[in-house]
């Protein structure tokens, strides 16, 4: 797995040393958006959700969405320790991941055999491990991302040193010097943190914790943003809204249905940002930033592709290199099996075997083993999904390159099942034939040029 | 490059199902250009007259997801008490629980946002298995359902074999 990639997943944790951190990760995750939860709040039926996401959701349908009780924007309240737990797992995410992948005791004890411990399940429940393991998190490369917070912190190897520092005391987090906790903030004011030579502190990662306590407070002395109030749209014509958003600072351009909309986005995104702590909060600047992209994903600009970030994070997901080369294997011999239901069609026997065959071997059907077309290549039946992911995109990609002569002259046809002329605007183009055949149809691996049903917001027509 | 919260769930879903996926089921979007517009392979359950079936689906995903729920069609032949003949798929948990056109339906059944495309797919899985014929998508496949189960049986099975190229 590409560490830089930038979507990591709870479900990351499956296949490594430390499982249990899959459902702990979840748990850290916000159910609507599936991040890990940012700027959390909690509702009036104790649910908690991005300040964001509830605000959505809320502006939709005035309900939480895992209970369904009513609910109201302004009701809201953060959950600041939830906060802080969630920012403290995902800096410790990266380094806690590479070391749950290397699985085998041998290969655990990473850099320092003679003195570091490997982490284990033991190591999680001891106290003293976990800081451990946290101080070397610290001296990760990670950068700092915020705040003090992140400030780099030196740790020695030795774990005998530890400082002692009387109770009513704390260090400086940024110059490390021991003092008074009151004292602290009246001193950050004026500390320089040039006292600090790299290396010669010896912060212990405890410590570290205590100042995220009392920094708190010192990181908060300005007031919050104001939390904007809805506007009556019923009484106001586009002259007014438009007089409105310009003391907003917001774009003015469009209809009356899309000025309401953006107002919406934009008060979910400046509520929400109200919600962040002091350090995280984001200028009107990013937020206007993230207006534009919602103006292009879902307001006056939704036309525009995607298609750039999905491809870096498909990369980033995908082992375009390291399992290329099996899942060519793994297209290849599907391509070769799949021409035996042709043999099938033909004498109309060994049906039991390719019906059972199929059965066994759920995988992804390359394009030309599509379900329709007869048996699959078979892989583990006990792990049919194995490399599934990859698969599937190596496929799409092989299938992409064959069809792109092909398809700007190809009219849409109707597929050779169901036949309803509704069909015809499915993207059923024969693109690729693997048996020559000119009936043959691949409905799943061709996007239509331009969206041919406008699911803005989807209409369920049952 | 704008990218909407809508296609970054959707990605993430798509990885969660391919780090950890549900047995039988494989889906993912049908190419890496357009996050909204998924293909799903479901296999038919064991002891009903779909097993031995892997029946290709597509999801429409709306730009609001998961806000409203994305659509299901199947993509081969289905006889099935809620699968119009045209291969929609009509069960509770895609009909936004604000839309109630069948009064039977559990709110709590319905779709919300923390719903997912892999609880969409297993319920319909499910619903393979024990159809609904309260208010059914296809009246005649609900009629035969309840009435003249060995014939409804054997049109499935045929369409397994249909969907199989056999
Ligand atoms: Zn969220
Ligand atoms: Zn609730
Ligand atoms: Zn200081």
């Given amino acids: ?462 | 490059m704008a990218t909407s919260s809508a296609s970054k769930r959707l990605f993430k879903e798509y990885r969660g199902l391919s780090n950890d996926p549900p047995e039988g089921i494989t889906a993912g979007p049908v190419t890496e250009d357009d996050m909204f517009l998924w293909e799903a392979l479901i296999q038919g359950p064991e002891g009903t007259p779909f097993e031995g079936g892997v029946f290709p689906a597509e999801l429409k995903f709306p730009k609001d997801y998961p806000l409203a729920p994305p659509t299901m069609k199947f993509l081969t032949e289905m006889w099935h008490p809620n699968v119009y003949p045209d291969g929609r798929v009509c069960i509770s948990i895609l009909h936004p629980p604000g839309d109630d056109p069948h009064q039977y339906e559990q709110a709590s059944e319905r779709w919300s946002p923390i719903q997912s495309t892999e609880k969409i797919l297993i319920s319909v899985m499910s619903m393979l298995a024990e159809p609904n014929d309260e208010s059914p998508a296809n009246v005649d496949a609900a009629r035969m359902w309840r009435e003249r189960r060995s014939d409804y049986e054997q049109i499935v099975r045929q369409n397994v074999r249909k969907s199989l190229g056999l």
């Avoid at chain 1, 992409?400 to 092909?406: F, I, V, Y």
């Avoid at chain 1, 099942?417 to 020559?436: D, K």
């Fill in chain 1, 1 to 462: 797995m590409d560490p830089s990639f930038t979507l990591p997943d709870s479900t990351d944790w499956i296949s490594t040393s430390l499982p249990a951190f899959e459902p702990l990760e979840a748990a850290l995750r916000c159910e609507v958006c599936k991040e890990f939860y940012e700027n959390p709040v909690i509702t009036s039926c104790s649910h908690t959700f991005c300040s964001l996401c509830i605000r959505r959701c809320i502006t939709s349908d005035g309900k939480c969405p895992t209970c369904r009780a009513a609910n109201q924007a302004d009701k809201l309240v953060p959950n600041n320790a939830l906060r802080e737990v969630v920012q403290r797992f995902q800096d410790a995410r990266p380094k806690a991941l590479e070391l749950a992948r290397i699985d085998t005791p041998s290969s655990t004890a990473v850099n320092d055999p003679g003195k570091k411990r490997k982490l284990d399940d033991t190591d999680i429940e001891e106290p003293e491990n976990v800081r451990q393991t946290r101080s070397r998190q610290a001296r990760s490369k990670t950068k700092p991302q915020y705040g003090f917070a992140d400030a780099p912190i030196e740790v020695p190897d030795s774990e005998d040193e530890e400082e002692y520092i009387p109770d009513g005391m704390v260090k400086c987090p940024v110059c490390g010097k021991p003092m008074k906790e009151a004292l602290v903030f009246s001193h950050l004011d004026t500390c320089t943190g040039s006292e600090e030579p790299a290396g010669a502190r010896s912060t212990r990662s405890r410590n570290n914790t205590a100042f995220h306590k009392v920094q708190r407070p010192q990181r908060d002395p300005s007031p919050a943003p104001t939390r904007l109030p809805g506007l009556n749209y019923a009484m106001m014509n586009e002259k007014n809204l438009k007089k409105k958003f310009q003391e907003l600072g917001i774009p003015t351009w469009g209809n009356k249905t899309l000025l309401i909309k953006r107002h919406t986005e934009w008060l979910h995104l400046w509520n929400s940002n109200c919600d962040a702590s002091e350090n995280r909060r984001k200028s009107k600047r990013d937020l206007l930033k993230e207006l534009d992209t919602w103006e292009r994903t879902q307001g006056g600009h939704a036309h525009v592709k995607e298609s750039e970030f999905m491809k870096k994070d498909f990369d980033g997901f995908g082992h375009a290199n390291t399992h290329k080369n099996q899942f060519d294997d793994l297209i290849r011999n599907a391509r070769r099996k799949a021409k035996a239901p042709k043999a099938a069609d033909e004498q109309n026997d060994a049906e039991g075997d390719s019906t059972t065959q199929a059965i066994s071997s759920p995988i992804p059907p390359p394009p030309d083993a599509l379900p329709s077309h007869g048996t699959q290549s078979s892989v583990d039946p006990l792990r049919p999904y194995e490399d599934n992911e990859a698969a599937l995109a190596s496929i799409r990609a092989e299938v992409e390159t064959a069809n792109r002569p092909q398809e700007q002259q190809l009219p849409y046809v109707n597929g050779e099942h169901g036949g309803t002329s509704e069909q015809a605007h499915l993207s059923e183009v024969g693109i690729r034939n693997p048996f020559g055949s000119p009936t043959r149809k691949l409905p799943m691996f061709e996007v239509p040029k331009s969206p041919v049903v406008d699911v803005e917001h989807s209409t369920n027509s049952c």
